[in-house]
């Protein structure tokens, strides 16, 4: 059983940055790959990013590359999301996930578990 927790979503200008992190319970993180999702209004939940339980491959979605980071801490059960360049089409509720295995996933039905998700807001 893992339980997320996200955090550090807010309000900011396009252009902005801002670092999504994601708490992990469970004895068993290293385990898990993780990836980051988000959901407009009125859209599908769409994949953001994934990174592998050792943190040594990723996969970022072509609309946020070159712009935002994924970055993991096995020892302390935590994923970062590190945003940049940020744009109103970035606004969304951003949601973290936890799929068992060793590789890299990017499909919502992938994830075995997921956070409460943590708005992101990016103004004009």
């Known amino acids: 059983q893992v339980q997320l927790v996200e955090s550090g979503g807010g309000l900011v200008q396009a252009g902005g940055s801002l670092r999504l992190s994601c708490a992990a319970s469970?004895?068993?993180?290293?385990?898990?790959?993780m990836g980051w999702f988000r959901q407009a209004p009125g859209k599908e939940r769409e994949f953001v990013v994934s990174?592998?339980?050792?943190?040594?491959?990723?996969n970022y979605a072509d609309s946020v590359k070159g712009r935002f980071t994924i970055s993991r801490d096995n020892a302390k059960n935590m994923v970062y999301l590190q945003m940049n360049s940020l744009k109103p089409e970035d606004t969304a509720v951003y949601y973290c996930?936890?799929?068992?295995?060793?590789?890299?996933?990017?499909?919502?039905?992938?994830?075995?578990?997921w956070g409460q998700g943590t708005q992101v807001t990016v103004s004009s």
């Open positions: 469970g004895r068993t993180f290293s385990r898990y790959a």
């Open positions: 996930a936890a799929a068992y295995g060793y590789r890299l996933y990017s499909g919502v039905s992938d994830y075995d578990y």
């Open positions: 990174i592998s339980w050792s943190g040594g491959s990723i």
